[in-house]
T-cell receptor, first 114, second 114 residues
Framework: ETGVTQSPTHLIKTRGQQVTLRCSSQ?????VSWYQQALGQGPQFIFQ???????GRGNFPPRFSGLQFPNYSSELNVNALELDDSALYLC?????????????FGSGTQLSVL | AQKITQTQPGMFVQEKEAVTLDCTYD???????LFWYKQPSSGEMIFLIY??????QNATEGRYSLNFQKARKSANLVISASQLGDSAMYFC???????????FGKGTRLHILP
């Protein structure tokens, strides 16, 4: 158990819809990052939030957006869903600082876009 | 540009044997961190081991060790005395310390045979 929980575990949407995925970070962690993992691939970095501010972004379009809340929980929002957005979405939390080498991942949300 | 290469898409190893999973990386940053994660079929990414670019000694965590050869830009994972529960996908990852961006390789699927 990593202490990082994601909801929902599975989700089915249709093309053009919007989706919100949620993540509850491990207690005390001030940094959260989101990853997209397509089938058979490694996770791809979407973005990272540190103390409620976006702190880095990968090569994803603006329709991928996020929020981090004061309690360090987080959301990933995807607008205008496309078929290629079907993937496992992983949230990871960490603590910035000397001990911040480890990312603690949740079990992910499996998103299917039809 | 940063890149992680895992050249072994799949491996079959007899139980109790040692196994080496290959990882090479490419970066121009002087400060970075290298990670290995295990992903069982449940989807959760499990942290195994971390190596900092300035660490003089190879990292070890129980049955896991990281064979870090900086000049060759390789960071192979060695699992000693493999167990059936080690069957999973294994991902090598690198963090760029100046902005915490992490990239993952495509993974190696390890099968431990009884």
């Amino acid at each position: 158990e990593t202490g990082v929980t994601q909801s929902p575990t599975h989700l089915i949407k249709t093309r053009g819809q919007q989706v919100t995925l949620r993540c509850s970070s491990q207690s005390g962690h001030n940094t959260v990052s989101w990853y997209q993992q397509a089938l058979g691939q490694g996770p791809q970095f979407i973005f990272q939030y540190y103390r409620e501010e976006e702190n880095g972004r990968g090569n994803f379009p603006p329709r991928f957006s996020g929020l981090q809340f004061p309690n360090y929980s987080s959301e990933l929002n995807v607008n205008a869903l496309e078929l290629d957005d079907s993937a496992l979405y992983l949230c990871a939390s960490s603590l910035k600082g000397p001990e911040g080498e480890k990312l603690f991942f949740g079990s992910g949300t499996q998103l299917s876009v039809l | 540009a940063q890149k992680i290469t895992q050249t072994q898409p799949g491996m079959f190893v007899q139980e109790k044997e040692a196994v080496t999973l290959d990882c090479t990386y490419d970066t121009s940053d002087p400060s970075y961190g290298l990670f290995w994660y295990k992903q069982p079929s449940s989807g959760e990414m499990i942290f195994l081991i971390y190596q900092g670019s300035y660490d003089q000694q190879n990292a070890t965590e129980g049955r896991y060790s990281l064979n870090f050869q900086k000049a060759r830009k390789s960071a192979n994972l060695v699992i000693s005395a493999s167990q059936l529960g080690d069957s999973a996908m294994y991902f090598c990852a690198m963090r760029r310390n100046r902005d915490d961006k992490i990239i993952f390789g495509k993974g190696t699927r390890l099968h431990i045979l009884p």
